[in-house]
């Protein structure tokens, strides 16, 4: 006989939380949502951890190089999506990984032999004023000089007049050494009134610059995600059949962390996958989806570094429909956090969870985080912002944003929607659909950690960790969701009544 859950199977909107006493200590400057993303054994610090609960969905439409940057700037992490040619997902993780926060590869460069009338020239199709002199004119060849418009006058000097003879010399210039830090190298620009700090290895040679504009930039994300070369962290997906092929190239190329992308995970396939990750790198790996313990005990016993939490509750995601498999994103996540604390128990190594799909208002993030996530993942939330890779259109009066799901048609992803085996997409999981484009992301981050910091502190909890432990929850009833929106009132903006 099959076994049967007594219990339906919940969503978030069917919860709220309860404040708790909100202490003095409880402000929203002093929250912290640095929360782990890969395994850790008690009292020990996990190798790798983000400074907000946030990843971006492994989705054509959702997490390119782009986003990933946009998101590790914000303190977030993306997971560029495997459904591409390893090739250009590899590319793709390279892209962040050479993008340095702040330090850029010099793009005008000559060499003391080159005139004023090559300076100039350059400067015409570039655009840039400042021109790094190096001894084979290459962004990374030795550095003699630095040349900007204050070493020469237009009308006055001659255009052949050699570059030798009017640039600042090395001798003279003030440069960074290789390995500093961006809040070091604007202490030195600031001292030395600088624009533009040159940063150079033992040999002299130049390795990037630092300009006093970026720098500013710099400055707004405090919370940036940076490894310890201080470029920034990135993800990639990966599937159960070509890993073989796909892993090594996405090591090579930089990426920080795997997940195994699959719309169900508890699989064979997946305990084979990790297996082979753990055997041949050291790269930590997520796995998933699974939406109760015994997926969960399986995909951790295999090896994994963090586990995905959801089946059919993403907005695009059609699986529950279509086969019939699935649980709400709310109970699925209950049930997978009280095996991982069980887990914890037994073997001191905590595991952490993202619940992946579902979130639609921002309040859902707090929930999954109270419910025992370390952090969310999210497609249609990161969809509508400038930074996603889609097109952005108009539709009668409003823009909106691309965003399809990976089972679609449209993303043929053949990978993550069949189990593993050898048969093709039969049908499709995914709807190809439109968001209202929402602007950038930063500022509807903020405004989102906003809200879940102030909820935070009306249940007592200044971090993650605390508000697992201290939240209380409670479920709504059908009446009672009535009555959490306006209701009885005829709204302003539309003339609409409220419920
Ligand atoms: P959402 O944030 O609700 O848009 O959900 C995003 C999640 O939906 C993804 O992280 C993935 O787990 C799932 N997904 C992606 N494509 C599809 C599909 O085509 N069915 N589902």
């Not at 996530?373 to 509508?384: C, K, N, Q, W």
Request: glycine letters at 10%.
């Amino acid at each position: 006989m099959a076994k049967y859950y007594t219990e339906p199977s919940r969503t978030f909107s069917e919860y709220l939380l309860i404040p708790n006493l909100t202490r003095r200590e409880c402000t929203t400057e002093r929250v912290s949502l640095r929360t782990p993303i890969s395994k850790y054994g008690r009292g020990e610090q996990p190798r790798l951890s983000l400074n907000i609960p946030f990843s971006s969905a492994v989705m054509q439409s959702v997490s390119d190089n782009a986003m990933a940057v946009a998101l590790a700037r914000s303190g977030g992490i993306s997971f560029i999506f495997g459904s591409q040619p390893v090739a250009e997902q590899a590319s793709m993780v390279g892209k962040v990984k050479s993008f340095k926060a702040g330090f850029v590869a010099s793009r005008s460069n000559l060499t003391p032999d080159h005139t004023l009338a090559d300076v100039k020239a350059l400067k015409a199709s570039t655009g840039h004023s400042t021109v790094a002199i190096t001894d084979d004119g290459s962004p990374r060849g030795k550095l003699l000089g630095i040349v900007t418009s204050r070493d020469y006058r237009d009308s006055r000097d001659p255009s052949d007049k050699q570059i030798r003879e009017f640039m600042t010399p090395y001798a003279s210039l003030v440069c960074g050494r290789s390995g500093i830090s961006l809040p070091e190298a604007n202490d030195l620009i600031w001292e030395h009134k600088l624009n533009c700090l040159p940063i150079v290895d033992e040999t002299q040679r130049l390795e990037h610059l630092v300009f006093r504009k970026d720098y500013d930039a710099h400055k707004e994300y405090p919370l940036q995600l940076l490894d310890a070369n201080k470029s920034y962290v990135v993800g990639a997906g990966i599937n159960t059949r070509d890993y073989e092929e796909r892993v090594p190239a996405l090591v090579a190329a930089g990426a920080d962390i795997l997940v195994i992308d699959a719309s169900d995970g508890y699989s064979e396939w997946q305990r084979d996958t990790i297996e082979y990750v753990k055997a041949n790198f050291d790269i930590p790996i997520g796995a998933g989806n699974i939406v109760d313990r015994e997926g969960f005990r399986y995909l951790v016993d295999a090896g994994a570094d963090f586990v995905k939490v959801g089946i059919g509750g993403g907005s695009i995601c059609i699986t529950r429909e279509q086969k019939g498999i699935g649980r709400g994103q709310a109970s699925a996540l209950i049930e997978v956090a009280e095996e991982r604390d069980r887990y914890y128990q037994e073997t001191g190594i905590y595991v952490p969870l993202c619940s992946d799909g579902g979130i639609v208002h921002d309040y859902h993030i707090t929930l999954a985080l109270a419910m025992g996530a370390d952090f969310v993942m999210m497609g249609r939330y990161f969809a509508r912002f400038d930074e996603s890779p889609t097109r952005k259109l108009k539709v009668g009066n409003n823009f909106v944003k691309e965003f399809w799901g990976e089972g679609s048609n449209r993303a043929r992803n053949w990978q993550r929607y069949d189990s593993g085996g050898k048969e093709n997409l039969l049908f499709e999981e995914g709807v190809d659909s439109y968001v209202p484009y929402a602007g950038g992301l930063q500022e509807n981050l903020d405004k989102t950690l906003g809200k879940i910091k102030s909820t935070m502190c009306n249940c007592g909890a200044i971090s993650i960790p605390e508000l697992q432990r201290e939240a209380r929850i409670t479920l709504v009833s059908a009446t009672s969701l009535v009555e959490g929106g306006a209701h009885d009132v005829m709204i302003k903006d539309t003339g609409l009544s409220g419920d």
